[in-house]
């Protein structure tokens, strides 16, 4: 697999911009332009298998920390270990810095098999739980709030 960084305003972002909105609800996806235009403080790689995308993630970086905002793989390609490799991709990448993510809390909801189901995979991949609660907004000023760190 390949990963090739994107630029925001290229013809590649329609095909991640539409697995963006497929793989994430309304209420967690967030105003890229405002991330990429305003504050010039993303980055979008997406992840290709003979010239196919299977996958993309968007991180945000402030200091020593690469914070995950969006990790997505295509449906079709889910559950063939490609997820853990964008992990290890970025891990090897960012080696000097710390990495964050959040995600969801475990509580009784309609997605709770689902929350279960990806802190495991998180768990797996190395990530451990910070003990700590979500912050309300990044340093960086990405807007999102981060909980779980490698």
């Given at each position: 697999m390949?990963?090739?960084?994107?630029?925001f305003?290229s013809?590649?972002?329609k095909?991640?911009?539409?697995?963006?909105?497929q793989?994430f609800?309304?209420?967690?996806?967030?105003?890229?332009?405002?991330?990429?235009?305003n504050?010039h403080?993303?980055?979008i790689y997406?992840?290709?298998?003979?010239?196919?995308?299977i996958?993309?993630?968007?991180i945000?970086?402030?200091?020593?920390?690469?914070?995950?905002?969006?990790?997505?793989?295509?449906?079709?390609?889910?559950?063939?270990?490609?997820?853990s490799?964008?992990?290890?991709d970025l891990?090897?990448?960012?080696?000097?810095?710390?990495?964050?993510?959040?995600?969801?809390?475990?509580?009784?909801?309609?997605?709770?098999?689902?929350?279960?189901?990806?802190k495991q995979?998180?768990l797996r991949?190395?990530?451990?739980e910070?003990?700590?609660?979500?912050?309300?907004?990044?340093?960086?000023?990405?807007?999102?709030?981060?909980?779980?760190?490698?």
């Amino acid at each position: 697999m390949i990963r090739k960084q994107i630029d925001f305003h290229s013809e590649e972002i329609k095909e991640i911009r539409t697995l963006y909105q497929q793989a994430f609800p309304k209420n967690e996806q967030t105003n890229l332009t405002w991330l990429f235009d305003n504050l010039h403080k993303g980055i979008i790689y997406g992840y290709y298998q003979e010239e196919k995308l299977i996958g993309f993630t968007i991180i945000c970086i402030h200091h020593q920390i690469v914070s995950i905002l969006y990790l997505a793989v295509k449906e079709e390609y889910r559950n063939c270990g490609y997820g853990s490799h964008i992990l290890e991709d970025l891990s090897k990448e960012y080696a000097s810095n710390r990495i964050m993510l959040d995600i969801e809390q475990i509580k009784e909801c309609k997605n709770k098999e689902q929350r279960i189901k990806r802190k495991q995979f998180y768990l797996r991949n190395g990530f451990q739980e910070t003990g700590g609660k979500a912050r309300p907004e990044c340093d960086a000023g990405c807007g999102k709030r981060h909980g779980a760190g490698k």
